[in-house]
Structures are given as structure tokens and as C-alpha cells.
């Protein structure tokens, strides 16, 4: 597939590179010329300087012909100009990146019938909700949901309380239909088998009916307890959406910690039920004298990365329960094992999940991926694809992955090797590595 890149930051610079590992031919565009030559020795693609926004600079880069545009500069204006430029000049599918919420509210119709923008992606309001959903299923540290949240997909970290430790998996009691679908360690994710044997510290990625996966993941943890208050250090664009979604459920208090005084009351005017405190709450002391060693939950959202990865490390030396960060470049994310923090977000790949999920074609419903190059995807199984009439372990084989549960006639599956697949199912697959084409060729029609 022909597909053009606008932007080389660090959204841009992922999406290019997997995109380009998978054989696209991929054209980036920057207006940075330092960024450009940069980049054209470490991408394996075209990197040309220009104004993406541009529909004379579209043209020429062959935007008719292109099978998906993916816009995602630092300005908002730009991004949407570009996908409305391509969209005009022939574009198959397109894609922005918009963070103002005054452009698009969730569920507006007008960026595709108006403008004729395919997805239009907040991937700041995405992770927001992201950490809202780890907080409030007690012993989780992320939580994914997939076809149309009938099925969850949920990492717990597990400690020397868990009775997963010290056995082998396939020895395990089972509260509740799941599937321990992977084991997490070191940063990277490794396909769970019945031999492995878990250890403290191990992070398990466990898939489960909805209904089922509190249960499940309170099982799994050995010790959980609902969150009761919460301290979001950071009161931007992450802190403000995530400090509106917890204060909407009764019994959790929350706090907001911002640097930035003009922020600060900002966010205190659009808060309800909230204590916004103009602080920097990076250090020790500051962070006591909030009580932080007494909360439930500590997210560090602010701007900066290093100031999250800090703060969140302190308010877990400080005994906070969990503790999250979000860290928004690719170079930090090794650094959040090491500091003790227990799980990072990242609107990076949020936003690379909506544009990989808009690349692979109509079966694949939703993308989930992991910090340490795994996903979780969800795909319809075609009648007449390759999978139909096969057991799941051969459907594994043939797309190179797991499967984790399937949905069928609206009922949840978590099945056995010799589950057969058929036309129709919604299949939750794990991939050990980042874009699996084989998934997308096995179960779309022939």
C-alpha cells in the first residue's frame, strides 16, 4: 500500500517505521529540513522536506493515488488541512490527529461527512480514558476492551501474594473462564504457555468476558482493593479529562497537582468535586505533605517526561498503591521497570493503534499495543477465509498468533485448542511482535 506521512515527531517517526518494516511504500514529510536528514538514514522510506498541508505539495507527492494519509503534526490546523487536501485529490483513506477538543467532539459526524476525514484521533482523551479504566478495575495496570466491549483484555502485575507464582501455568485454578495470553517481563512480552512458571514481579496479560475479568484479575493480582483517592500530577490536556471521568464515580476523591498557576485555575473552574493545588509536586517532601504515601493511585500526566517518570518514582518510594506515568517518547519507556513505576501510557501509540487499525483493512476492528512491541488485535473472521473450519491451534499457526477469545452470535468463547473458526466470529488474537500481516491474510475472505 502507498501511504504518506505527515510529520516526523515521535508519532510520525513510529508510524513511518512500522509501516516500512511491513514492506509499505511509505513517503514521510516534515517541513524541519534538520528533522529530514535526520531521519533519511534511519527510515526505510522516502523522507522529503515540504509543507504537508500544501495541496500543490500533495499532488506532486502522488496524493492521488495514495491509499491512506496519516496527518499528524504538532498543529491541529495543519493535520486537518492536509487530510481535507488529500481527501479532495483522490486519497483512499485519511487520517488526523486533532487535540482540541473545539475542532471535534466525540461522536461528530462532521469530520467525515463535512470534511471528509476518515478518523480523526485525541490521543490525549484516549489515554485519559486509558488510566481512568486501569484505576478503576482494582489489580489491573491496563485494561483493553474489544468487541464492542463484550471482551477485556487486562494486565496485572503479579506479586509474591499471586497463586500464579511458583507454578506452572497450566496447573492454575480458574475462577472464571480466561486465558493468560502472555507473560511480560524485562519490557518484553513472550506467548504464555502451560509449562511457564511465573515469577513476582512478572506482568500477565489475561483476556476474559467482561463480566468476568474483575474476578479474574483480583484472582490473578492475590491482593486488590478499590482505588479511593487519587493524586494526578499534571492538570493539561491528560490530567483535566482524567480527573473529569474518576470524579463521575462515587467514593473516589481526587486530587490535581499542577505547576502552572493559569492551568492550575483553569482546571479548578472546570472541576467539580476536586482539589487543585498549584504545586510542583515533583520532590519527596512535596509530595508527603499531599499525602500521596496514603493514596490508592498516583498518575504523573504532565507535560514533561522526565517529571513524570520522577514524580510517579518518588510517590511509589513514598508506598502510593499504583503508580502510573505517562511517557510520550519511545527512549524513556525502558526506564519505567527500572524506577518501580508499575505501567506506562503512551498517546504515542494511541495513536499509532488508530492509523495500524485504518492500514490493515476492514476485518481488523481494533488494535491494542503493547510498550514492549506486542498487540492484541480484534478480527472478524470472513466467511471463506483461510481460518474457517480450522481448530484455533491451526488457525494460530497459520497467522503466526494466539487466540485469545472469540465472540460469537453476541456470546464470549474462551476456547480450546480444538475450537474450530467460523465465518463470522470476532477472534482476539496476540501477537508477540508489531504487524503481523499473516493475521489479516488468514482471516479475510479469499
Request: charge should be negative.
Amino acid at each position: 500500500m502507498k501511504v504518506i506521512v505527515i510529520g516526523l515527531g515521535e508519532v510520525g517517526h513510529h508510524i513511518a517505521h512500522t509501516l516500512s518494516a511491513q514492506r509499505h511504500d511509505v513517503t514521510v514529510v516534515d517541513r524541519d529540513p534538520v528533522r529530514v536528514e535526520a531521519a533519511q538514514g534511519d527510515l526505510d522510506a522516502m523522507v522529503v522536506a515540504g509543507n504537508g498541508a500544501s495541496p500543490k505539495f500533495l499532488r506532486e507527492l502522488g496524493a492521488a493515488d495514495a491509499d491512506l494519509l496519516c496527518a499528524v503534526t504538532q498543529s491541529d490546523e495543519a493535520n486537518v488541512i492536509a487530510a481535507l487536501a488529500a481527501d479532495q485529490l483522490g486519497t483512499t483513506r485519511t487520517v488526523a490527529r486533532v487535540r482540541d477538543d473545539d475542532y471535534f467532539e466525540p461522536g461528530q459526524s462532521s469530520a467525515r461527512d463535512v470534511l471528509g476525514i476518515d478518523f480523526v484521533i485525541h490521543p490525549e482523551r484516549a489515554t485519559a480514558d486509558d488510566l481512568a479504566e486501569a484505576i478503576l478495575l482494582p489489580g489491573a495496570v491496563h485494561v483493553e476492551h474489544f468487541a464492542e466491549g463484550r471482551v477485556a483484555v487486562a494486565e496485572t502485575i503479579l506479586t509474591d501474594r499471586s497463586p500464579l507464582v511458583g507454578r506452572p501455568l497450566g496447573d492454575r485454578r480458574r475462577v472464571r473462564p480466561e486465558k493468560v495470553i502472555a507473560l511480560l517481563r524485562d519490557g518484553k512480552a513472550v506467548p504464555a504457555e502451560p509449562y511457564h512458571t511465573p515469577k513476582a514481579g512478572d506482568h500477565a496479560l489475561i483476556a476474559a468476558a467482561r463480566e468476568d475479568i474483575g474476578p479474574v484479575i483480583a484472582h490473578a493480582a492475590g491482593h486488590t482493593a478499590k482505588v479511593r483517592d487519587v493524586v494526578v500530577f499534571g492538570g493539561g490536556r491528560i490530567g483535566l479529562p482524567l480527573a473529569k471521568r474518576l470524579t463521575r464515580h462515587e467514593g473516589i476523591r481526587v486530587t490535581v497537582m499542577e505547576s502552572d498557576p493559569e492551568r492550575a485555575r483553569f482546571a479548578a473552574e472546570r472541576l467539580s468535586r476536586t482539589t487543585v493545588l498549584h504545586e510542583e509536586g515533583i520532590s519527596k517532601d512535596v509530595l508527603l505533605a499531599q499525602g500521596v504515601d496514603r493514596v490508592g493511585a498516583f498518575v504523573a500526566c504532565a507535560g514533561d517526561d522526565r517529571a513524570n517518570l520522577l514524580a510517579a518514582m518518588h510517590a511509589k518510594q513514598l508506598g502510593a498503591g499504583l503508580c502510573l506515568a505517562v511517557v510520550s517518547r519511545e527512549e524513556f519507556t525502558p526506564l519505567v521497570d527500572a524506577l518501580g513505576i508499575d505501567a506506562a501510557f503512551s498517546p504515542r501509540l494511541v495513536t499509532a493503534e488508530a492509523i495500524l487499525r485504518a492500514m490493515r483493512g476492514t476485518s481488523v476492528e481494533s488494535v491494542y499495543l503493547l510498550t514492549g512491541g506486542a498487540e492484541v488485535l480484534e478480527v472478524v473472521a470472513a466467511d471463506g477465509c483461510k481460518a474457517a473450519g480450522r481448530t484455533v491451534s491451526d488457525a494460530s499457526s497459520l497467522a503466526i498468533t494466539r487466540i485469545a477469545a472469540i465472540v460469537r452470535d453476541g456470546e464470549v468463547v474462551i476456547p480450546d485448542q480444538d475450537d474450530k473458526i467460523r465465518g463470522g466470529d470476532r477472534v482476539i488474537a496476540f501477537n508477540a511482535r508489531e504487524g503481523v500481516a499473516e493475521v489479516r491474510q488468514v482471516f479475510e475472505a479469499a
